[in-house]
């Protein structure tokens, strides 16, 4: 039988043996975590757990001092830069931040064709019909000659959805991207990553929406205190925890 995964276009995610210290604190102590295409990944656990700095560990944004990361066919080991294969890695796994890092002096339709045009060499005619269509994906198109300080948190978090889907990635990391919004503003942008699940992208987000994980996560990883305690699918370790750690968690954040 044919491997199902190879038939999908998202990206595959190995990371090995993850060891990060901030000073004389050790905030990942070697995760092990295996992610495969297409895969929409919820990590949830306590704040201070090495959640946001896995992610930024990924994407080159932190140097690991311990084990290795290989996202597609592009590898980063512990202490090196390895800047050619650090721009690989940004090409095709897209991140979303929860501070938006919009550019406050361009409309939102500037922010969203900027990177095409910059890191792509795009012409910026086909940057920009291409951007329309992002727009009216994450249903902003009527806002596209708007700046950013015009919009709401949840507008400028799907516009900052758009900027990244803008690239092209095969994958996105989106770090706690609606703690800072109301309810109604949550359920629009956790609606557009449901809808991006279709196109077999791999997410990885970090949260600490649970009812999100349950429904649209193909696997939940609990990471507390630098280690993964649990992972498996929703079922597994929402519903059924199996570790003390996990079961601590889960009952404080769900009453």
Known sequence: MA????????????????????????????????????????????????????????????????????????????????????ARIRRSLGMIFQDFQLFPHLTVLENVAAAPIWVLGENAKEARDRSIHLLDRVKLSEFSNRKPMQLSGGQKQRVAIARALALKPLGLLCDEITSALDPETKHEVLAVLEDL???????????????????????????????IAEEGTAAEVIDSPKTERACKFLARVLG
């Open 197 to 227: 699940k279709r196109d077999g992208l791999t997410v990885i987000m970090v949260t600490h929406e649970i009812g999100f994980a349950k429904r649209a996560a193909d696997r939940v990883v609990l990471l507390a205190e630098g280690n």
């Open 3 to 86: 491997n199902k995964s190879a038939e999908i276009p998202g990206l595959a995610i190995h990371i090995t043996s993850l060891k990060k210290r901030h000073g004389d604190r050790e905030i990942l102590r070697g995760v092990d975590l295996r992610i495969h295409p297409g895969q929409t990944v919820a990590l949830i656990g306590p704040s201070g757990g090495g959640k946001t700095t896995l992610l930024r560990c990924l994407n080159g944004l932190e140097v690991f001092d311990h084990g290795s990361v290989r996202v597609g066919d592009c590898t980063l080991n512990a202490l090196s830069g390895q800047s050619i294969e650090i």
